[in-house]
């Protein structure tokens, strides 16, 4: 799906029930004025995208983020941080 649109990658994800995980902030207002609470994802906000860096990064959150990604979150994480916005964004 890499040249899909980003709302057929968010209706895919949704209907197959997976965590986007990307480097694209695009997904996250997707998600954030949608009004849904699904698909949740992880947005990573680093230079080193590789990869193993990554993937050991979401490792050592896991505990932190899992249970929210479950039930609908976007997650924003650098190497410094972790921020977690539960879904559906309520709108004041």
């Known amino acids: 799906m890499g040249s899909a649109p980003d709302s057929d990658i968010v209706d895919a994800a949704r209907r197959a029930r997976e965590t986007i995980v990307t480097h694209d902030l695009d997904f996250g207002h997707l998600l954030a004025f949608s009004g849904e609470d699904r698909p949740s994802v992880v947005i990573m906000r680093a230079s080193n995208v590789q990869a193993a860096p990554l993937v050991a990064r ?4 896991w505990d932190q983020i899992g249970i929210p ?21 309520v709108r004041a």
């Open 58 to 61: 979401l490792t050592q959150l």
């Open 69 to 89: 990604l479950s039930q609908g979150a976007i997650v924003v994480i650098d190497y410094n941080s972790a921020r977690i916005r539960r879904l559906p964004v």
